[in-house]
């Protein structure tokens, strides 16, 4: 489609008005992190470096991104796991019930937090606690993985729509076993759509932190949790943003990469 | 093509589906069974203890007390708001950068609208709190032109969900775009329909799907929220709020009115299902 | 436990036997530092090397938050407000605390200990930790004249509509009601913890009333200090730690217990019934209130001190004058948050009283 | 013992069935995709399943492969029941229409394939892939990707890739339907000779009749799941056994009821293949020695359309009551004068050649 | 006033070139894919541009549509400069290979989305697109969805939508490439049939010489983004302009240096189409009343290969010095008796027919 100059240069506005929007709170808390005001007043009274070096110095900080890491790491795989077999079963499978499986897939995410949050808390309690498995990293893993699921089955199966199958099938002819198959063909078909479906996941799962509530034991902290927390701590604040800038800054590099990797593709899908 | 049973790959087939519907069964549809389940129980008012009793109480004043019905349609009304505003902000801008950006910048816009979801959702909707307030930057923009910021109240938690939900619309909204053959637009084109047409015609109704699909974040999304608007909302109340009040007070209830928002969103589920929005997701 | 009422809750140790190593609280944010966010304030450390308990610390943000983890029964302590303490006795969740294995319950100030909201018949349920009131704050450069009574966010709320603050919780009806009792003394309310259905009634038209005037409600700090920092809120409740960190901004407020009292809060370390390390939990419960810590406690979260001993132990020497820690008759002014039951607490066997779950949804009804 | 005496006497059949189809057939739901089809490939033929689309010819070839199950019958490969055997385990390779090249691997690593799966060391992988890559004149493209290929040349790794471990039987589908005509006369005269020089059994599926026509050694016309006739191309082309096959193998003249009796003077159904017919200028008798002879019928016609398709000239011409005649003639030598459009033409046929088809 | 009279003078020419491309160049990065052609469409012509794959074919066309801007050059349609014109403001549609039919569009919205963008009334507009389809015979099709309609139909929609409101010309890119052989020469037959009734010019795009030949008025043969050859199809086929032209267009025997000397009698490079080549017995003269006079070339070789193609069989035969000839015959009468394989045969051409083409 041939758009005019006009339509162009208003689309290109839009779009830079749009990714102005989108990144200037984000720059506000790069400034904050600098922002000698406790409480974030605006306009800055005064820039200063010390929340940059308490961050740095913050177990606190350290401990909840090792444990949003853990967590997110052992979400992340067991979706990979989990959604990858389903994403099999529908796409290249004939059921039925096969479109009941992608509805109840997208369940986990598409219910609010909250109700996700207490049903598995409710669930924990009735069934983990009287066999002796208290809240902790697991109960947090279990339920980042539930609705981690969905991500890497929308990924996979966007795939796989788009592998032909006629490559398996060349494969298998070709005397493979299945899994030889998976090795030497859909492995390395998917690999890409693995890692953007993963790193989605993964970021799904850093930022949770209504499920996290409900579903974390004592001394389970995860980074939204201990942002949470420090939100609401007379001296942190400051603190936060400057962990968040980080995070920003940093998680550029993975976001890249996945692009990369996909870069036929949009890159990753929800 | 997929394949059609038979005795082996009916074996396969169970294997492959057998772990994923069974942690899905397990973990998640097993625990909503349970907490809606308890939406029929009772709560000592004074202990907070569950009372095992089977009842119906919990639904009775949850369709009886206007208040609830006040809120359910708050809410309902601000999540539509914050789907309409994302779709409306998501079109032109994945337009564009499916569309009409060279190919070598697409990856960059891309990464820049995924980048800010890793910022966390609490340090950005405090960010807006600090934006919206009374001496605040968007007050400060608006006040040339003699215009006031919205203040903290339900404006404010409309914009800074459909902030936070923006890149869950676009991402599919682009997939879809990007995936569109040239040849659709050509054909149109060659047809005599100039640019608008073109979009109005064969655009849209291509993308309508994944508008579809994105619509399921940012409505269930919103659906469900609490914390936005304890940070921005000022007075605003919504169902998740109530949930969140409820949940350690009186578990039963808060079950009850948990099911509001499954209902909600189970209902626009299947609906966008039809037009295939599950499958653009 | 089974048996009678009387049961529930257990009973509480007659020794202390070795710590198990671990002990699981509940608290406020700032109650259990370990140097993890301000590496100077730790006295979560000094405690795990003196005693060998290892500290795993929840936060919660609500009192309702507390008592729902509580019942998890997976953790041992929790440093519970009045309006959680009397739900966590009732039902079972807390165990009695044997008072004599806390060497340090002897310093605290008398007028805390055998309290409505931390005891029951007789029996001491945890060892107060801190109090505080809760305070009207307002901007002097925008609330003029400087308001002395709670009338300001209620009958005159309306002369700064949309920017009064008011606490986000159902316990925050006892502040109307505490206004009520002078304001309207034909309602008969003697306790603002007590009120039958006619009182609540009135109790929620005057916040209905205050509801068209909030800017917004607030629930943490943050919140309240950037709300009155940038001039969204300029009169409402507060704490006076909030008070002191506002000004500290250099944010023109002031906070004042008004005329009438005020409501507050007094915080209680409680033991659960089914505590896992009792041990430990009794080792922290002493160590909290022991004049050094809490001091420390006190200084950094904002509060007034239980400990008698502990005026002497903070780092800003005006520290108790300022939260009135030795004060009694200050705090004589204040009613404590209890949580409203059936049985009405000031004595009236004639009717019934408005019970949590009531006040629950009258609350959201105010919010509407 | 009796059981070995069978194995061996099945064993010497081997020698000569590649492929046996007893009574296999294939459901897709309701659609029934083949239907009890019997069908015997001999070892080391060319043999070709022509038919329209959607006539289940490619479900045919995915049976034989083992990538479809049939309901019901047997499917046999080198005298071994194979009907439960998976894809992987049968000694029969594909090459695909889409070529389905691994995207991911080098055209060397995509010819090796059935060796690597198979373990055999590197050195010799690499040596056999040389070998098969140089049968397809493709020996400079080993460490390219299939997406750095044309289509003709993809077709080759393709068919390099299927040939490599010397299966016994090769199926191929429509495996130059993607290539423009002159690149698929030069691939189909390869293909035709690689059958030959290897002595690889090859079951190709095409709708294509020249194709099946120059290269079979062995036809099936295939229509809606059935097969309609087996035979050499020449006998399917020459001896149609229904009005189906003659209107799909060539073209041609089908004459039924009053036109049969008006045209070629039987009742019933005739084919007339349209280089059959002669055509001469009204007035003369038809040029040659049997011109007048008895079993040669002669018509008369007006000419409504004539056609220059290159090696030879399409006449139609319309015969006095309304039929209509289809005449090939060969751009040998100048045309009768009357040859002209609107012109009268006479046409002449041996009896013969107007063939009875069962309709 | 100037202007005007210019104006009008175009005017009179718009009647008779309905395409004029004026050293169109186009270039792809550092790929050249159009060459400065010039090319020019007549009126109600049926034009087809033929070519092997990439040699610009499609580009073409797409410069044509206004898909693509030239690098250089002018581009015209019925007279007016189009250069600068966007595709929808072009007299001319497209019916692309793909189809390009709108997925969520019924038939009968497809094929009126002509109309409905220029807003005419719903009512005619059903009408004409009734109208469309009754053309291309798919009157009960119009509620259908695109996906539910076979290859052949989807086809026939594109070009009923292409056609609904008449435009001056009809570009059509391989229209019939993906359709099977039986199919594609009944679409041959109607889509010559349309063009004759509509008076539409027809810019077809092919890479299959016979479609080429039976369909058009006049060829332009394209290869590495240049024109080779324009002329009606007798002409291209009978006198190629090159030896590209000879061996695209038709296959044909092309005698080099040594060969030409051997076998035509004189140095050049010669073209004998395998038709114009008759077989004799060799010990006979060639058959006919031109058997031994001046002007005809007879040689011996011997039978490499026959292969029967149906309506014709083609001969592969040795010379002594190693040369090859392919030749022609139709299956219209016996063959002569040495007319096997390895069997020794005669040859003999018109002198006329060896062709010389400029290599
Ligand atoms: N997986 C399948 N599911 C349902 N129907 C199928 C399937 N595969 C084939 N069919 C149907 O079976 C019939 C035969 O299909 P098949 O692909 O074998 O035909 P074909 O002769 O190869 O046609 P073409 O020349 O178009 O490739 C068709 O009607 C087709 O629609
Ligand atoms: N958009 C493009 N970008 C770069 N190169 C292109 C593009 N389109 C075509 N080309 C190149 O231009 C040349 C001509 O391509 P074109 O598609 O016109 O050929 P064609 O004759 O239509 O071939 P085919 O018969 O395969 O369709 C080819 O070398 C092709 O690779
Ligand atoms: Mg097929
Ligand atoms: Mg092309």
């Known amino acids: 489609m041939r758009l005019s100059r006009t339509a162009r240069v208003i689309l290109g506005c839009v779009t830079a008005a749009g990714l102005a929007i989108v990144y200037v709170p984000l720059l506000l808390v790069l400034l904050n992190s600098f922002n000698a005001d406790r409480s974030f007043g605006w306009p800055p009274s005064g820039l200063t470096g010390r929340w940059w070096r308490a961050a740095l110095h913050s177990d606190g900080a350290r401990e909840a991104l090792l444990t949003s890491l853990k967590a997110g790491l052992a979400a992340t795989a067991i979706a990979l796991g989990l959604g990858t077999l389903a994403a099999y079963a529908v796409h290249r499978h004939r059921f039925f019930g096969r479109r009941t499986v992608s509805f109840l897939l997208v369940l986990p995410i598409a219910l609010p937090g909250i109700v996700s949050g207490i049903a598995l808390n409710a669930a924990f309690r009735t069934v983990l606690d009287p066999i002796g498995i208290g809240f902790g990293l697991f109960t947090v893993v279990v339920g980042h993985a539930t609705f981690c699921v969905v991500i890497v089955f929308n990924n996979i199966g966007a795939r796989l729509r788009r592998i032909a199958p006629s490559l398996a099938e060349a494969s298998a002819d070709l005397g493979a076993r299945s899994w030889q198959t998976f090795r030497y063909v859909t492995f390395p078909a998917m690999r890409s759509a693995l890692f953007a479906g993963g790193l989605l996941a993964f970021a799904l799962s850093f930022d949770e932190i209504v499920v996290t509530t409900f579903t974390a034991g004592p001394g389970t902290r995860t980074l939204p949790i201990w942002i949470y927390e420090n939100l609401a701590r007379p001296h942190q604040a400051p603190v936060v943003n400057v962990v968040a800038a980080l995070l920003v800054l940093v998680s550029v590099v993975p976001v890249y990469i996945a692009q990369r990797l996909s870069s036929d593709t949009a890159g990753g899908r929800l | 093509m997929p394949a059609a049973p038979t005795p082996g790959s009916r074996l396969r087939l169970t294997a492959l589906l057998a772990p994923p519907l069974l942690w899905l069964t397990l973990a998640y549809l097993g625990s909503l069974a349970i907490l809606l389940l308890s939406a029929f129980w009772a709560t000592d008012s004074f202990t907070s203890d569950v009372v095992h009793t089977w009842n119906t109480d919990n639904f009775h004043e949850l369709l009886t007390t206007p208040v609830y019905r006040t809120i359910a349609l708050r809410t309902l009304s601000i999540a539509v708001a914050v789907t309409v505003i994302d779709a409306l902000l998501a079109l032109p801008m994945a337009f564009c950068m499916a569309r009409v950006a060279g190919r070598r910048w697409r990856r960059p816009l891309l990464v820049a609208v995924l980048t800010p979801l890793w910022a966390g959702y609490l340090v950005k909707a405090y960010a807006w709190r600090v934006m919206l307030g009374e001496d605040g930057v968007v007050g400060a923009a608006l006040a040339p032109f003699g215009l006031h910021g919205p203040g903290y109240g339900t404006a404010a938690v409309i914009i800074v969900l459909a902030y936070l939900w923006l890149p869950y619309m676009i991402l599919p909204v682009y997939a879809a775009l990007e995936r569109l053959p040239e040849r659709m637009l050509e054909a149109s084109a060659d047809l005599g329909a100039g640019a608008w047409r073109t979009l109005r015609s064969v655009v849209l109704p291509a993308v309508r799907p994944a508008v579809f699909a994105g619509s399921v974040f940012t409505f269930s999304l919103s659906l469900g929220d609490y914390l936005t608007v304890q940070i921005v909302g000022g007075k605003t109340q919504l169902l998740g709020n109530v949930i969140a009040s409820q949940v350690t007070l009186d578990l039963p209830m808060a079950a009850a009115l948990s099911a509001v928002p499954v209902v909600l969103i189970v209902c626009y589920l299947a609906a966008v299902r039809r037009a295939g929005a599950l499958d653009s997701l | 436990g089974s048996g009678g009422d009387d049961d529930k809750g257990g009973h509480a140790p007659d020794r202390l036997g070795k710590g198990e190593g671990k002990v699981n609280i509940i608290a406020w944010a700032g109650y259990a530092e370990d140097g993890s966010n301000d590496p100077t304030v730790d006295w979560v450390h000094p405690f795990e090397k003196k005693t060998g308990c290892q500290v795993n610390t929840k936060t919660a943000g609500t009192s309702d938050e507390m008592v729902s983890l509580m019942k998890t029964g997976q953790y041992d302590t929790v440093s519970a407000s009045g309006d959680a303490t009397l739900r966590l006795i009732a039902s079972g969740d807390a165990a009695p605390v044997n008072t004599k294995l806390v060497p340090h319950y002897k310093d605290i100030f008398p007028a805390l200990k055998q309290q409505p909201f931390n005891s029951r018949d007789g029996r001491m349920y945890g060892i107060p930790h801190g109090r505080g009131a809760n305070l009207l704050m307002y901007r002097t450069d925008k609330v003029k004249p400087a308001p002395d009574s709670w009338r300001a966010v209620f009958d005159d709320a309306a002369a700064h509509s949309g920017h009064v603050t008011a606490y986000d919780s159902p316990i925050y009806i006892a502040d109307a009601a505490l206004y009520l009792m002078r304001a309207k003394p034909s309602l008969g309310i003697k306790n603002p913890y007590a009120l039958d259905q006619k009182q609540l009634d009135a109790a929620v038209d005057l916040l209905k009333k205050q509801h068209k005037a909030v800017g917004e409600y607030w629930s943490d700090y943050q919140k309240e200090i950037t709300a009155f920092n940038g001039g969204d809120s300029v009169i409402g409740t507060t704490w006076q730690v909030i008070a002191n960190l506002t000004k500290a901004e250099k944010a023109p407020v002031k906070a004042v217990l008004p005329k009438e009292g005020a409501t507050g809060w007094s915080d209680t370390w409680m033991v659960s019934a089914k505590a896992e390390h009792p041990n430990c939990a009794y080792k922290w419960l002493d160590w909290i209130v022991s004049p050094k810590v809490n001091a420390q406690v006190a200084e950094y979260f904002g509060e007034a001190p239980s400990n008698r001993k502990a005026c002497a132990e903070t780092s800003d020497p005006n520290h108790c004058a300022v939260f009135h820690a030795d004060d009694e008759k200050y705090f004589q002014r204040v009613h404590f948050w209890t949580t409203p039951i059936k049985e009405c607490l000031d004595g009236r066997k004639d009717t019934t009283c408005t019970d949590y779950a009531q006040w629950t949804r009258a609350w959201t009804e105010v919010k509407g | ?359």
């Open chain 4, 1 to 359: 013992m009796a059981e070995t005496e069978t194995r061996a006497r099945t064993g010497t059949t081997t020698t000569r069935t590649a492929v046996r189809l007893e009574a296999v057939t294939k459901d897709f739901g309701t659609v029934r995709a083949v239907d009890a089809v019997d069908l015997t490939v001999r070892e080391s033929e060319f043999f070709t399943l022509l038919g329209p689309s959607g006539s289940g010819k490619t479900t045919l070839l995915r049976l034989v492969a083992g990538f479809e199950q049939p309901t019901a019958g047997r499917i046999e490969l080198a005298g071994d029941d194979v009907t439960a055997t998976p894809p992987h385990r049968r000694d029969a390779h594909t090459v695909f229409q889409d070529y389905a090249l691994f995207p991911h691997m080098s055209v060397e690593q995509n010819v090796a394939y059935a060796l690597t799966v198979r373990g055999v060391r590197k050195a010799e992988r690499l040596a056999r892939a040389h070998e098969a890559l140089t049968t397809v004149r493709l020996d400079g493209f080993a460490t390219r990707r299939p997406a750095e290929l044309s289509g003709g040349q993809r077709q080759r790794v393709a068919l390099a890739r299927a040939l490599v471990d010397r299966p016994a039987v090769l199926l191929l589908d429509e495996p130059l339907g993607a290539l423009d005509l002159a690149l698929r006369q030069e691939m189909q005269t390869e293909l035709k000779e690689l059958q030959r020089t290897t002595g690889i059994t090859f079951l190709l599926v095409t709708h294509d009749q020249d194709e099946a026509l120059t290269m079979s050694d062995r036809i099936a016309v295939v229509r809606d799941g059935r097969i309609e006739q087996t035979g050499p191309p020449v006998e399917v082309y020459e001896r149609p056994a229904t009005a189906f096959v003659a209107g799909f193998v060539g073209t041609t003249n089908l004459l039924r009821g009053e036109s049969a009796v008006r045209v070629v003077g039987r009742p019933g159904t005739y084919s007339i293949r349209p280089e059959r017919i002669l055509l001469t200028d009204p007035a003369e008798p038809p040029a040659g020695a049997a011109a007048s002879s008895a079993g040669r019928r002669t018509v008369t016609g007006r000419i409504t359309d004539i056609v220059h398709a290159g090696a030879h000239t399409r006449f139609t011409i319309a015969l006095p009551h309304g039929d209509r005649l289809t005449v090939l003639r060969q751009n040998l030598t100048g045309l009768p004068q009357s040859a002209r459009p609107d012109g009268e033409i006479g046409l002449s046929w041996d009896d013969k050649d107007a063939f009875p088809v069962p309709s």
